[in-house]
């Protein structure tokens, strides 16, 4: 199976190679380095692409999500792809309904402010991030909701059928 120029040629390696019945191999000898997004946006940024190119491979090779074609691999791709990318819809699940039941029960209505509080901090954490100052543990919350948003983006942008041919790594 030939690349595509939008593919996310990590994951797509990795199906196809499955799909032949080969095999991949853990080396702990073999050692990559990468530099890492620094800050927020840039962050963002790089998600979104992967994440829209994870679907549309995804997509092209959804018959690999049948366990009846590809064994306990579908499991993987159900569990460590779509699922993952689906947190979002859960989340607001979670809080619109925190919500409906903090009207009647003094337990979620603490949970909904826990909740509350958690979107402020990671709010927050990009306000302070975005003038420069050291987020520490706020990083934590700030990465755990840019992560879910880009999810939400990507998603919103493989079904307009945007893809990505062509980044610019950080160098």
Known sequence: M???????????????????????????????TEQTNSRAGNEFQMRVRVISQTLGDLWRNRDMMNPFVSGFYSVQLI???LLRYAAPVFLLLILLSTALLAADSWFFAGLLAIQAAFYLIALGAWVLERKNFKLGLLAAPLYFVLANLSSTVAFYKFLRGERYVRWEPIR
């Open 79 to 81: 569990s460590h792809k």
């Open 2 to 32: 030939p690349m595509y120029p939008e593919a996310c040629s990590d994951f797509l390696i990795c199906t196809v190679m499955y799909r032949q019945h080969l095999r991949t191999v853990f080396e702990p000898g073999a050692v990559c």
